[in-house]
């Protein structure tokens, strides 16, 4: 299976789960909205987003599935599965004992993680009971990401890339029911944890039709027990530095009524190039790099990086030219309404800008990190992404404070500094990679990024003309701004789609690969 066809796989269930991620966050921002109940139920989610993109969008998977494979193909599947049994039991049992000690010490996080709000608060004292509600989520995540490398190292991405999807329905479910802000915060709250029970439970189901017994015990730690626990640790780590960054620029946000909102809703939309195209590309290209590691082949491995990062801005540069050209324009039209006004819009679009830039950056990380994995690999990348965290904790911190001392929003400098580190994050990688001799970016790569990049802007000059004389649309469009902005995303995918096939942004065998995936 190609690598396109692959990614395409992967991208299409994920972009399936998105759309409904959406439907599920405009109800969301309707009832709730942004301010101290917005904020505390925001609040309530960063574990549960943590781990949901540490685990499910995988970079465990990224650790676990080069380790997996090898023993797979070196000792056979009945070792493999009791390296996959015994790693379970002992992830599971370590976040198990994470959520109950959580349970107790929630009052305490919420210093850290919630701390602009004093703590007799309304904000401060739901965020603890709703967090305590979707903690259970994290040992659920800590399954479904097993079992999913597990179903990706045979080839099998449909039901770890649709597993996800069930979130969204039990949220859509539960905002539908939601009778207040508060009421809807509880009740989408006790979906969180519901949907991730469903999610490890249909994955079990999925493992189990590919002939591999796991259960649920006491783990024993073997040898290729401590070695993957060794390669997943430091991994897990390295391939959550975004993730990791986000939830410091929550926590500092917090001192901001609103921020947290303002910048989750940002955040939702410039996840979106992230979800659909870097992990798609990542997983997809991970086990054949490991297997052109194993085989010593240099340039089947440096001819899939070319074609992982290719696909992967020629996807994702567009993307980041229209969430800075239009970042209010899109937030309005998806959330405001209801209890998220157009003031939240706007102030949210402080933020997209900012993260609008670091789109490319955030992706570059998710297909080069792999590189590193597949020869096992984790301890470099992992240092890497902990010395972003350290630039995006004092830079976000600085620029926060700083803002806030001249009279300025503060929450625009945590989107700016998220951004910065995603770009140190993935230049170090990058230049890791070819220190070793890892990697050497071919010419091809270099004209398509070109080609890329002039495509992209061709599109952005359509949507300034069209931002600038919004007559164009409103005249021909009477369903209001929702419909506008789905119009203007159209013209925008579809300016670009010519432009990237007039500059070879788009090569034709891309699309006959598209085609032959499709057809299979």
Same mark, same amino acid.
């Given at each position: ?13 994920? /972009? ?16 709730? @909205? ?6 505390? %139920?925001?609040? #309530?989610?960063? %574990? ?14 990224? +650790? ?36 109950? #000690?959580?349970?107790? #010490?929630?009052? $305490?996080?919420? !210093? ?11 904000? %401060? ?15 659920? /995540?800590?399954?479904? #990401? ?45 979906? &969180? ?24 015990? $006491? ?79 240099? !340039? ?24 800075? *050209? =239009?970042? +209010? ?27 609008? $830039?670091? *789109? ?13 994995? +597949?020869?096992?690999?984790? !301890? ?9 965290? +350290? ?8 620029? %926060? ?13 945590? =989107?700016?500094?998220?951004?910065? =580190?995603? $770009? ?27 080609? *890329? ?7 952005? @000059? ?22 506008? &902005? ?6 925008? =995918? ?27």
């Amino acid at each position: 299976m190609s690598l396109l066809r692959n990614t395409l796989t992967q991208s299409s269930l994920t /972009m399936s789960s998105r759309i409904l991620g959406f439907i599920r966050d405009i109800l969301i921002a309707a009832k709730v @909205g942004a301010g101290p109940i917005g904020d505390a %139920f925001v609040t #309530a989610l960063m %574990f549960p987003n943590l781990f949901r993109r540490i685990f499910a969008e995988g970079a465990f998977a990224q +650790a676990f599935v080069p380790a997996y494979a090898r023993t797979l193909e070196a000792d056979g599947p009945e070792a493999a599965a009791d390296v996959a049994r015994q790693t379970m039991r002992g992830l599971f049992a370590a976040t198990a004992a994470l959520v109950i #000690a959580a349970q107790f #010490a929630m009052p $305490w996080i919420m !210093k850290v993680i919630h701390g602009g709000y004093e703590e007799t608060s309304e904000s %401060f004292q739901l965020a603890i009971l709703l967090t305590q509600i979707t903690m259970p989520y994290l040992a659920c /995540m800590a399954l479904a #990401a097993l079992l999913s490398g597990v179903l990706n190292s045979s080839g099998r991405f449909v039901l770890s890339a649709g597993a996800p999807t069930l979130l969204n329905i039990f949220l859509i479910t539960a905002a539908l029911f939601g009778e207040d802000n508060r009421h809807t915060a509880l009740l989408a709250a006790i979906a &969180v944890s519901a949907a991730g029970v469903a999610q490890a439970a249909l994955l079990w189901w999925g493992v189990s039709r590919q002939k591999v017994s796991l259960s649920l015990g $006491w783990p024993k730690l073997t040898p290729s027990v401590k070695k993957v626990i060794a390669l997943a640790i430091p991994g897990t780590i390295a391939a959550s530095g975004v993730q990791i960054n986000i939830l410091v620029s929550q926590a500092l946000a917090s001192f901001e009524e609103g921020a947290k909102s303002w910048l989750f809703y940002a955040d939702r939309l410039y996840q979106l190039p992230l979800g659909i195209v870097g992990v798609a590309v990542g997983v997809a290209i991970l086990p054949r790099l490991a297997r052109a590691a194993r085989a010593d082949d240099t !340039k089947s491995a440096h001819g899939l990086l070319d074609d992982g990062i290719g696909l992967a801005m020629a996807l994702t540069v567009p993307a980041a030219i229209a969430l800075m *050209v =239009a970042p +209010a324009y899109l937030i309005e039209g998806l959330y405001a309404r209801g209890a998220f006004t157009l003031n939240d819009a706007s102030q949210s679009g402080l933020a997209l800008v900012h993260y609008g $830039w670091g *789109v490319p950056a955030f992706v570059l990380i998710k297909v080069l990190a792999p590189g590193f994995f +597949a020869r096992e690999d984790t !301890k470099t990348p992992m240092r890497f992404a902990l010395f972003a965290v +350290a630039i995006n904790t004092a830079l976000g911190a600085g620029l %926060f404070f700083w803002f806030k001392s001249q009279g300025w929003d503060g929450f625009p400098g945590l =989107a700016i500094a998220t951004s910065v =580190a995603a $770009w140190l994050n993935a230049a170090m990688l990058f230049i890791g990679l070819q220190a070793r001799g890892w990697y050497r970016p071919g010419r091809r790569l270099v004209m398509r990024i070109i080609s *890329v990049t002039l495509a992209s802007l061709a599109m952005g @000059g359509a949507l300034l003309y069209m931002l600038r004389h919004p007559e164009l649309v409103q005249e021909r469009v009477a369903y209001g701004r929702f419909v506008e &902005v789905l119009v203007f995303i159209a013209v925008g =995918a579809a300016v670009y789609g010519i432009a990237a096939i007039l500059f070879g942004a788009v090569r034709p065998s891309d699309l006959k690969g598209m085609r032959r995936g499709s057809a299979t």
